[in-house]
């Protein structure tokens, strides 16, 4: 620093220096006097103390990717000796700073004032709304997190809301400005959409939000939304579970109507298409019309106890229930490996989330469609993509996207099925039905490890038809549970007879590597050695990952 005070900053490299403006990019004379202004800052206050508060209005711009990140990491480790209030436009950077600092930092969108906001109104951001319906559906029963999720929600959609009467012809300053909650905007919004008064209001998409059902006198949701600002205290998990789809799509439809207002705002053309083609909630199955026991006990399942052994009581059942609110996507490929293979049937939930490290996924971009598995670290930005691919040798790129660039509907269970292949392009394609949701006959609640790699422990596998020895033929390339003789019980692919004289035994093949196959004798005779005979067998027609 010279007389004047102006900071001179060099940069050198072995006994040779330059002025830094002359040979550093913006982004690296930005982030040094970022670092200099807040190494100062600490000498100052041990040498003279002074406000801990630190106010930064986007600290991030003119750096490039790599500082914005060093930045955030090095506000987060000032949180713990400062207060630090951050505001930036740029929503990729606050996301940032949120996941270095997690505890202790709120993440709120600023709305200005309107004709409906008398002052600046903050309000939970996306992912903070997001974050808070993750912990609901994490803590079964916790009336508290059912509390949060629904009051941040409220605030959410009061938020977006009134940003839409922003108006540049009747501004705030204009006429008397006061505070209006959630159901009169969304009345005052109605009145709009009904005079057409602009070409937003006129939008398919406001349209459509305005006259949802969700905001309807009498409807449960809007209860729930008014019980949240008036007696949040009274409401309970059960309140909030019932309604947790139609919140979820609220709060994904009112992001796209806040989309298309600032579009608008911009002078921008609004999106004709997205009405059309971004729908948020899939379309759900017509539940089947099954009510089958789900057995504790293999042999149950199976139809026939080992000897000496007994059999465990069903006191559970799985009914058409378990499939409301649920999609299905015939999957094309192996982008999910050995967890649902190429021609199966994925069923999904019909409502988006936030996407959890390890899912099975079905991924929505854009037109496309993805049928992948999530990878999410802690502090990362953004969620990638990958796939499973059994073979190396037919590798697929990972993808990694924005959050909010992307659809994520989780995947809960499998059906193989023998159908054709849908028309259509993409990992995946919806459908309506799936054959083989009429053939499930018994299901089984696995226990350890008796089914890994086809499922996990606490998972259900659903059971079809029993399988007589030639029908074994006809079952070749196919999961089949099987009984055999010492009592013990497998999960394996039906594989091919052995020729000739040996054609009473066949191979059942592993499922993804794991364990070993083995030869079975399916049928008596005389001497059949060592070889494990097969007492039953069973179709395995599917797979089903939540509880039931």
Avoid at 427 to 448: S, W
């Amino acid at each position: 620093m010279d007389a004047k005070g102006v900071i001179g900053l060099q940069v050198g490299r072995d006994g040779v220096n330059a002025p830094a403006q002359f040979i550093s990019n913006a982004s690296a004379l930005r982030g040094a006097l970022l670092g200099f202004f807040l190494a100062f800052r600490e000498y100052v206050l041990k040498k003279r103390g002074g406000l801990l508060m630190l106010v930064l209005d986007d600290p991030q711009e003119l750096l490039d990717n790599d500082n914005r990140e060093r930045l955030a990491r090095g506000l987060s480790g000032l949180a713990a000796s400062a207060q630090l209030l951050i505001t930036t436009h740029d929503r990729k950077f606050a996301r940032c700073l949120v996941a270095e600092h997690r505890e202790g930092s709120q993440h709120l969108s600023v709305h200005p004032v309107n004709s409906v906001h008398p002052t600046v109104f903050v309000a939970p951001a996306q992912e903070e709304v997001d974050r808070k319906r993750a912990v609901f559906l994490q803590s079964p029963d916790n009336h508290a997190a059912a509390q949060d999720y629904v009051s941040d929600l409220r605030v959410f959609l009061e938020g977006r809301i009134g940003d839409l009467f922003d108006s540049i012809a009747h501004p705030a300053y204009a006429t008397t400005t006061r505070a209006v909650t959630l159901f009169p905007l969304v009345d005052r919004l109605r009145g709009m959409v009904g005079s057409g008064s602009s070409e937003l209001f006129s939008h398919p998409l406001v349209k459509q939000f305005a006259t949802d059902s969700a905001f309807l006198e009498g409807a449960d949701a809007r209860r729930v939304l008014n019980q949240s600002h008036h007696d949040k205290a009274s409401i309970t998990y059960m309140d909030v579970d019932r309604l947790k789809q139609i919140f979820a799509q609220l709060r994904m439809n009112v992001e796209k109507v806040h989309e298309q207002f600032r579009l608008h705002r911009w002078r921008e053309p609004l999106d004709t298409t997205v009405a059309e083609t971004n729908l948020v909630a899939l379309r759900p199955l017509v539940p089947p019309v099954i009510a089958v026991p789900i057995c504790p006990d293999i042999a149950a399942f199976m139809g026939s106890a080992p000897s000496g052994g007994s059999q465990d009581v069903s006191d559970e059942t799985l009914d058409g229930t378990w499939f409301q609110g649920k999609s299905l996507y015939y999957v094309r490929g192996e982008s999910l490996g050995f967890a649902i293979p190429s021609g199966s049937v994925a069923i999904v939930e019909c409502e988006p989330y936030a996407g959890r490290d390890h899912n099975l996924v079905i991924a929505r971009h854009k037109k496309q469609t993805f049928a992948r598995r999530v990878t999410r670290s802690s502090n990362a930005i953004g969620v990638s993509l990958s796939a499973q691919m059994p073979d190396p040798r037919n590798s697929r790129a990972t993808m990694t996207y924005d959050d909010s660039a992307v659809r994520l509907y989780r995947i809960v269970g499998a059906i193989f099925t023998d159908m054709a292949p849908p028309s259509g392009k993409g990992e995946a394609t919806p459908i309506e039905t799936v054959p083989e949701l009429d053939m499930v006959e018994i299901a089984y609640r696995v226990k350890e490890d008796s089914a890994v790699p086809l499922a996990l422990p606490g998972q259900v596998i659903l059971g079809g038809t029993e399988l007589t020895p030639p029908q074994l033929d006809g079952w070749e390339g196919k999961l089949a549970a099987v009984t055999l003789a010492d009592g013990s019980s497998i999960f394996k692919r039906v594989g091919s007879k052995l020729p000739g004289a040996l054609g009473h035994l066949r191979l059942f093949e592993t499922i993804g590597g794991l364990g070993s196959s083995i030869v079975v004798a399916t049928d008596v005779v005389d001497d059949i050695g060592d070889v494990p005979l097969m007492i039953s067998a069973r179709r395995v027609v599917g797979v089903l990952y939540d509880a039931v």
